[in-house]
Nanobody
Framework: QVQLVESGGGLVQAGGSLRLSCAAS????????MGWFRRPQGKEREFVVS?????????NNADSVKGRFTISRDNAKNTVYLQMNSLKPEDTAVYYC??????????WGQGTQVTVSS
């Protein structure tokens, strides 16, 4: 059973940057697609970005994160990262990483809070 642990969240001013990390243990990492999701308070969870085992990335089609958020992975460290730049108050949310099994994201971390102040 894989365990995913996010870290790196916190409070940042608008325009600032944060890098989230998601460390995986207890299961295979390198052969799976990994994704980042977020849930703003009072709203549904939404897909942000994913990275395949070969390094290909898919970003939410909404303009909200394109060009500002970048996903990467280090298979040697069993870790996936989310670099977030030019942060906006509307990026405030709990951010989750997840591992995709088959066609669905089946393994989830506990989440890390990101708060962007204006």
């Amino acid at each position: 059973q894989v365990q995913l642990v996010e870290s790196g969240g916190g409070l940042v001013q608008a325009g600032g940057s944060l890098r989230l990390s998601c460390a995986a243990s207890g299961g295979t990492f390198s052969s799976y697609t990994m994704g980042w999701f977020r849930r703003p308070q009072g709203k549904e969870r939404e897909f942000v970005v994913s990275i395949s085992s070969s390094g290909g990335t898919t970003t939410n089609n909404a303009d909200s994160v394109k060009g500002r958020f970048t996903i990467s992975r280090d298979n040697a460290k069993n870790t996936v990262y989310l670099q977030m730049n030019s942060l906006k108050p509307e990026d405030t949310a709990v951010y989750y990483c997840a591992r995709k099994r088959g066609t669905a994201y089946a393994d989830w971390g506990q989440g890390t809070q990101v708060t962007v102040s204006s």
